[in-house]
């Protein structure tokens, strides 16, 4: 397989080398979350699930579903 192994924040995430791939505009979208506490969170089209990812690990409490 061609497979690309990428650090973020801690988080280990293996990735296709063509094909989508998360880039910075995820991690710009991820950036703009600023609530206190979140119960819920829904990643709708979720593409390599890396601001999903992100949130379940800000907010630890919280439920996360990724679609």
Do not use: P
């Not at 979350?33 to 979720?46: K, M, P, T």
């Not at 390599?48 to 679609?67: M, N, P, R, T």
Request: aromatic fraction near 12%.
């Amino acid at each position: 397989m061609n497979l690309t192994l990428d650090t973020i924040r801690y988080i280990k995430l293996y990735q296709n080398k063509k094909g989508y791939r998360f880039s910075v505009d995820a991690l710009l979208l991820y950036s703009f979350v600023n609530i206190h506490r979140a119960y819920r969170i829904a990643d709708l089209g979720a593409g390599s699930g890396i601001v999903g990812i992100l949130l379940a690990k800000k907010y630890h409490d919280s439920e996360v579903a990724l679609i």
